[in-house]
């Protein structure tokens, strides 16, 4: 009658260490950008208590100087700042290829559409309108980092280069590089752009609702207007020139993605 083998190996002499540090290893480092200093400090705080790795920059410039020497895993941007305002350094971000696919939550002072579709649209990939609470910034930034790596999963688009990249009619997604290549040109898109896009990409003719994407993109328990997903789609759209128009909006529902192009769909972005 056989032995049924020792399910663990004999131990070695010298016993594991138990696990003490945090999983994933160094803390994730947030670049604070606000210039009202109780605020800043109150943030600083809390993201510290909260495990995070905080830096403080008073105003634009200084928020580019840091981020460009040291990109940081997130980045907490205020809107109204001295100097080179919110947007701006925004925009500079995301057009350095360093900082380019960093995670930005805005802050906005006024609870004005004008100023959060600004931000979304000069790359922003969430923002959160002052008055605050600390849990809804921390649970943002939480949000914003746990989808920072893609996965796959991708089922009816065609999977090539093992498994790396998702192809649909003329866009190509390479899921480990984070790029996009749409009718052979590279595209640069935020990563809550991109997230949306490989979104689309992996259920091709399936129509994706906007609570739907939403919560693909933006994690459960983060809530953002339906809006929010129509002004990144329209950025999509845009960065993808003519196979923009492979998605299409499904009116009163959401969107779907197909191979081919809608023609009809031009005048909409
Ligand atoms: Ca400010």
Do not use: W
């Amino acid at each position: 009658m056989a032995i049924p083998a020792p399910h663990h190996p004999a131990r070695p002499a010298t016993p594991m260490p138990t696990s003490v540090a945090p999983v994933g290893g160094t803390p994730r480092r947030i670049l604070v950008v606000e210039d009202e200093r109780d605020l800043a400090e109150m943030l600083s705080y809390n993201l510290s208590r909260a495990g995070y790795q905080p830096t403080v920059a008073a105003d634009g410039q200084r928020a580019l100087q840091l981020a460009q020497a040291n990109p940081p895993d997130c980045v907490i941007l205020d809107l109204m700042l001295p100097g080179v305002p919110g947007l701006e350094v925004a925009r500079v971000l995301r057009e350095t290829p360093s900082t380019t696919s960093i995670p930005i939550l805005m802050l906005t002072a006024r609870a004005e559409e004008a100023d959060e579709l600004a931000g979304l649209a000069a790359g922003a990939d969430d923002y959160v309108t002052k008055p605050f609470s600390v849990k809804v910034v921390l649970a943002r930034v939480e949000a914003l980092l746990r989808r920072a790596p893609v996965h796959a999963g991708a089922p009816g688009a065609a999977a090539s280069g093992g498994g790396g990249t998702v192809t649909l009619g003329q866009v190509v997604a390479d899921l480990d590089q984070h790029t996009i290549t749409s009718a052979g040109d590279s595209v640069k898109l935020t990563l809550t752009e991109f997230k949306l896009l490989v979104a689309l990409m992996g259920s091709p003719r399936r129509v994706l609702s906007r609570n739907e994407l939403i919560a693909k993109v933006m994690g459960p328990g983060v809530i953002v207007t339906s809006r929010t997903i129509d002004v990144h789609i329209a950025a999509i759209r845009k960065k993808l020139g003519d196979p923009g128009n492979q998605i299409r909006t499904i009116r009163g529902v959401g969107y779907q993605m197909s191979a081919e192009p809608h023609a009809e769909e031009q005048a909409e972005a």
